[in-house]
């Protein structure tokens, strides 16, 4: 599960973006472990920066996250890694898979990253996977050879290839057409619902609620500080 | 870290076209500057090593560097020609064993080196399939020779006229060949070797022809009064040297003014070598060169060029590197967004400097192959390079 309390993050921006600034205060947030939860609200409110601090992306000034009993906000960067290798799946709005991987293998790249079992067993769960969403057809195709729903679809495969307990999605339908985004949010359900995984995901589209076991207005969830609204 | 070495390839793979180019340049950089400094120091210890087994060298007054490769590579450039006579009074001063050279002429584009069996007792050279040429018209083959021409013991070869319209005197003579010599990866692998005499025959100082005097040969009398006997056109010049025809072959004039290219001396001794040398220092006609001193100072200019190539393709180097560095910098800020997601994957800082540097690697280690294995066959025919400019 998923447990936050009196976490305080401020984004100080560089370069060409110095003079932006955004904030943000959670007093206290809980999403249960095994749970579909859709985080909807406004541009500028949070929902991708708290994504980034679940998943140890971003690091808060203040405050504790707890995700399945580990307190992450004390980890060093390498156990941040580390611990999004193995309890992490994210799946992100652009797909970012690899251009010179094909499918199978951006499939398998958390274990490229990270290594752990055979390879063979690895390639196995990956075309298993693959299988499971359509795709076993394509295992040897590159990403610009498919559409924009199946290459979301690798995407998804990619985050569940470790069986991770916590699955962040960051507007992954945000690309696509009305049918794909049916798709993908029901397979990234199943997928969570199969694995007792827990589902975290940000979207704007309220026709997909429905298929969540709740959802929550970040409104609700986060204070921005100091009445910036940058992000 | 071996996933970032797989990711790492196979971003080169995707991307042959760029890869190859860095390769390439890569190869380039590593290849030249190594190549000229080896192929120079090999080709500069092979020039050397044979000079070096040559003491003395006497010669016509002119170019020493002349004289000196015709001699011991059997350069086509020929040196000015000097006289038997030459060689016959160095042999009166006993100060050294004499070897004359005649190498004027060519059979298939191979030297035809007219010398005396001195000649390879002197080089260490050994018949390797059949036997020492014994007669006027036998020659003996250096073994890229026979390899080139498909030829052995028993068959024969034809020299060639010094041109197409040369109807005056060089005709073709066919030459048995009694032996192949052993390869010993010098000039004399590329040479015919004849008796000297033998290419005074090839130059048109000796015949040999049917018997004028021989009841037989009327047809071929124009006229015939007292002792003297002209023939006509249709007298038959032999172009081989058989056992049957050989007592018909005789040279016109005295031998003492026949041809010679050089003479090779070996002295027994500095002493003597010091004292021919004095005899020769002053004559107008003849000159008398030490071949390694010739060739230090053809290769002192040479090491001199190649230090100014070699420079300059340093400092073209220097620019490679500069692109190359460029295109990596340029390529990894392409990249960011990759890199990105790696980290958000999971990956650490660590695992993508691994992954940028394996590729840089891999361009490096495929570019060091490529130009160790280039060096390798660049040396490898080298020496064949250097053979055939030398005696061009």
Known sequence: MINIRELKFRYHGRGPDASSTFGMRVDAFAVPQGSSTALVGPSGSGKTTLLGLIAGTLRAESGTINVNDQAITGFSDSDLGRFRISNVGQVFQAFELLSYLTVIENVMLPWYIAGGGRKGDVRKRAADLLRGVGLESKINARPGELSQGEQQRVAVCRAMLNNPPLLLADEPTGNLDQENKQNVVDLLVEQARRNSSTLLMVTHDESLLNKFDSALDMRHVAQLLDGQSQR | ?392
């Open chain 2, 1 to 392: 870290m071996t996933g970032a070495l797989f990711l790492g390839w196979r971003y080169l793979a995707q991307h042959r076209f760029k890869s190859s180019i860095l390769v390439a340049s890569i190869t380039l950089m590593l290849f030249l500057p190594v190549a000229t400094r080896l192929l120079v120091e090999d080709s500069a210890a092979a020039l050397t090593a044979r000079a070096d087994q040559t003491p003395l060298i006497l010669g016509a007054r002119g170019s020493e560097l002349e004289l000196v490769l015709n001699t011991l590579y059997f350069h086509a450039e020929s040196p000015e020609e000097i006289e038997n006579r030459a060689f016959a009074e160095a042999q009166s001063t006993e100060f050294a064993e004499f070897i004359p050279i005649h190498s004027r002429f060519k059979a298939h584009g191979a030297a035809i080196v007219g010398t005396s069996l001195d000649y390879f007792d002197f080089r260490g050279l050994r018949v390797a399939n059949g036997r020492q040429m014994g007669l006027l018209g036998e020659c003996v083959i250096g073994a890229n020779v026979a390899a080139r021409l498909g030829l052995g013991p028993g068959e024969s070869i034809v020299s060639s006229p010094e041109t197409v319209f040369d109807i005056a005197g060089v005709y073709p003579l066919k030459m048995t060949i009694a032996g192949v010599l052993a390869a010993g990866g010098t000039a004399d692998d590329d040479a015919v070797f004849v008796d000297v005499r033998t290419t005074w025959i090839i130059q048109g100082l000796g015949h040999g022809h049917t018997d004028l005097a021989d009841a037989g040969a009327g047809a071929a009398v124009l006229s015939r009064r007292d002792d003297m006997i002209t023939a006509n056109a249709s007298l038959t010049q032999y172009a081989e040297i058989t056992p049957e025809n050989i007592s018909a072959f005789h040279f016109h004039g005295a031998s003492d003014t026949f041809p010679l290219t050089s003479v090779i001396a070996v002295p027994p001794d500095q002493k003597n070598a010091t004292l021919l040398r004095g005899r020769y220092q002053d004559s107008e006609l003849l000159q008398l060169v030490v071949p390694g001193n010739v060739l230090d100072d053809l290769l002192e200019t040479v090491f001199a060029v190649q230090n100014y190539v070699i420079l300059g393709l340093a400092i073209l180097s220097l620019a490679t590197v500069a692109v190359i560095t460029l295109v990596f910098l340029l390529s990894q800020q392409l990249r960011k967004g990759e890199f990105h997601t790696l980290l958000r994957i999971g990956a650490s800082k660590g695992y993508v400097a691994v992954l940028i540097a394996s590729e840089i690697g891999f361009v490096f280690l495929i570019s060091a192959l490529l130009a160790a294995a280039l060096t390798l066959v660049t040396r490898h025919y080298a020496m064949q390079i250097l053979q055939t400019f030398l005696t061009l």
